[in-house]
């Protein structure tokens, strides 16, 4: 091989000098690219959404209503007089605790019940006013989205007190007469926006009280019925 060919075949063999760097105009179209697509996602997807304290741990609610309540009478044995009972309004304030199968919670009542004393140490004509005072714990299906049902179970304190009207009292008789209270009742709701409801509920209760001086044959217990209407409102938590 002459010089004259080493020197093509060297020159040949040499590769032609690719550039390793993308040029300047390309690295900012591709960075202009990715910001256009990062701005065509949508905000929502874009922004975390944190819980406001509001609706973090389980539901607390609170429920105001108020009823008319229908008594039966009653033989008091501790004074030897029947009481009978007249119709009167009650309210009842609750606060509940949600749970998976519906909510738990602690209810209060209160109403002033017409009563008329009759035999025993009553004077004719008996005519006053006496509290019932309810203290109890209960327990209520799931609240419901919309219009919805509501089943509620209670039971705890039925207190009859303070007594007020024509008769004039022994100490005996003024003491506070206790009995267990049973409280079933069934009705709706409906649902007001994200926390408040209204409920329309009827409840059936029974309570027991003391045998002490009571006649033969003569019941412990005295039934009642209570048509109610209130308002719950949710203030921490999610349905």
């Not at 040029?23 to 959404?49: E, F, H």
């Not at 926006?193 to 412990?220: C, H, I, M, N």
């Amino acid at each position: 091989m002459t010089p004259r060919t080493r020197r093509a075949t060297a020159r040949l063999a040499v590769p032609t000098a690719v550039p390793t760097a993308v040029p300047t105009a390309i690295r900012a179209g591709a960075l202009a690219a990715v910001l256009l697509a990062s701005l065509a996602l949508p905000v929502a997807g874009q922004i975390i959404k944190v819980p406001s304290p509001s609706e973090n741990g389980a539901p607390i609610s609170v429920n105001a209503t108020f009823g008319f309540l229908q008594t039966q009478g009653r033989f008091d044995g501790q004074s030897g007089a029947y009481w009978n009972l007249g119709d009167a309004l009650m309210y009842r304030a609750t606060l509940d605790y949600g749970i998976r199968a519906g909510a738990i919670g602690l209810t209060a009542g209160l109403a002033s019940v017409p009563i008329r004393r009759v035999g025993g140490t009553a004077p004719p004509n008996s005519r006053g006013d006496i509290q019932l005072r309810e203290f109890l714990a209960t327990f209520r299906t799931v609240e419901g989205e919309g219009f919805h049902q509501i089943v509620e179970v209670s039971m705890g304190l039925g207190q009859w007190t303070g007594y007020s009207g024509t008769d004039v009292l022994t100490a005996d008789e003024q003491e506070a007469r206790n009995a267990f209270a049973l409280v079933v009742g069934y009705g709706f709701g409906f649902a007001i926006g994200k926390r408040a409801a209204f409920t329309l509920v009827q409840d059936y209760s029974t309570l027991w009280g003391s045998a002490e001086g009571l006649p033969s044959g003569e019941p412990r217990s005295v039934r009642q019925y209570t048509t109610r209407v209130g308002l719950r409102y949710r203030i921490r938590g999610q349905r």
